[in-house]
């Protein structure tokens, strides 16, 4: 995979699934947080529903689903479930 498949989880669209490939910044606060939700590399993520404003969203994953602000759901980079 290359760096031009490479995003971020809050760039997603509604009904768009991606795998998890790492947190672009392990020392955020909620990192170790949204590791414990499942956002561990190799796990396909969804996203369902993005708000009106566009922040939070929510997002499937692992069978759950949890809402994320923007600001925390663009440190986990994604690219295409293989």
């Given at each position: 995979?290359?760096n031009?498949?490479?995003?971020?989880?809050?760039?997603?669209?509604?009904?768009?699934?991606?795998?998890?490939l790492?947190l672009?910044?392990p020392?955020?606060d909620?990192?170790?947080?949204?590791?414990?939700?499942?956002?561990?590399?190799?796990?396909?993520?969804?996203?369902?529903?993005?708000?009106?404003?566009?922040?939070?969203?929510?997002?499937?994953?692992?069978?759950?689903?949890?809402?994320?602000?923007?600001?925390?759901?663009?440190?986990?980079?994604?690219?295409?479930?293989?």
């Amino acid at each position: 995979m290359n760096n031009k498949n490479i995003r971020s989880l809050s760039d997603l669209r509604p009904g768009e699934t991606a795998a998890v490939l790492f947190l672009t910044d392990p020392a955020h606060d909620l990192a170790e947080r949204l590791t414990d939700l499942g956002l561990t590399a190799g796990s396909a993520v969804t996203c369902t529903m993005k708000s009106p404003l566009g922040d939070p969203c929510a997002y499937l994953i692992r069978g759950a689903v949890i809402a994320l602000r923007r600001a925390d759901a663009s440190i986990v980079a994604v690219g295409e479930v293989l």
